[in-house]
């Protein structure tokens, strides 16, 4: 999980220790602090290590609490709910976050579906959300999918077209997120490409 050569190139390489693990002590003999508050405890419950550490996160990205994604996504004023994800599910192990620009767009895109795909593919995971268990097929066989196989920097990963802690509405206007790439994109066009 830790090492410091990965550590030191990572997103997170400028940071001390115990900005995260804040209840560690500076006296290896001081007994470690329990984790306090809501966020704490639902992560213990969770199962996570390091709860402490865990929600750290919101201290430095403390916008992200208030976005609508994150909501959707599980994270609801403190509480991680159920199988929903919580950062490091999306992020990965903090120890080893890459830094912006650290890998080619690719590469970046391939890491991000994949995390997307290790919820989207577990049956439990779809069942209790409702999810349709086709859409990780469906956008592999999708022109999107399959140019982002065949090479192209340029085709889009899950995050481009429904976006993270500030995702497109889909549902309302199915179109918004072609119009990233495709300007004159309409709801018909939406639906050429479409995974469900």
Request: aromatic share 4%.
């Amino acid at each position: 999980l830790f090492s410091k050569d990965v550590l030191g190139v990572s997103a997170h390489g400028d940071l001390a220790c115990r900005d995260c693990h804040s209840s560690f002590h500076m006296n290896p003999h001081e007994p470690v602090a329990e984790p306090e508050g809501e966020t704490a405890e639902a992560l213990t419950k969770r199962g996570v290590r390091r709860p402490e550490a865990m929600a750290a996160c919101l201290e430095c990205h403390d916008d992200v609490a208030e976005a609508p994604g994150v909501v959707r996504h599980g994270w609801d004023g403190g509480e991680a709910r159920g199988h929903t994800p919580y950062c490091l599910d999306c992020h990965g192990n903090p120890h080893a976050i890459p830094s912006p620009g650290s890998a080619d767009p690719r590469q970046r895109r391939e890491v991000m579906n994949g995390r997307c795909e290790s919820c989207h593919t577990d049956p439990k995971r779809i069942a209790d959300a409702g999810l349709n268990p086709d859409v990780v097929l469906a956008y592999e066989e999708s022109v999107h999918g399959r140019k982002l196989d065949l090479g192209s920097e340029r085709a889009p990963g899950c995050f481009d077209c429904h976006g993270g802690h500030h995702p497109n509405n889909m549902e309302a206007d199915p179109a918004s997120a072609c119009r990233k790439c495709h300007p004159k994109a309409s709801e018909t066009f939406a639906h050429l490409v479409t995974h469900k």
